[in-house]
């Protein structure tokens, strides 16, 4: 940086560092608007859902299969026990 020697180049350098500070307060801005977007819930969710779709690949092949031994299970295990509180059906209902 060069000496300052008069008032008409001193007024020149505080104009230039005003527009200089005020194109950096509005990039912080923009960029604070864009960081505060990004931790809203929806968007949060959003980037975890595709981070798991990127990360295993067969996600639905999976989710089905979980979902059917869930339901099966279940199914089982009201067909079998029902209401009864007999032992041995309550036994073949968990191992089954």
Known sequence: MQ??????????TIRELELKTQRQESLLKSEAKSTAGSF???????????????????????????????????????????RHPNILRRTLGAAV
Not at 3 to 12: D, G, P, R, V
Not at 60 to 81: D, Q, S
């Open 40 to 82: 809203k819930p929806v968007n949060l969710l959003k980037s975890g859902v595709q981070q798991l779709r990127n990360t295993t690949p067969n996600m639905k092949t999976t989710a089905l299969n979980t979902f059917i031994g869930l339901a099966a299970g279940f199914l089982t295990r009201k067909l079998v026990l029902g």
């Open 3 to 12: 000496k300052i020697s008069n008032t008409a180049e001193l007024k020149a």
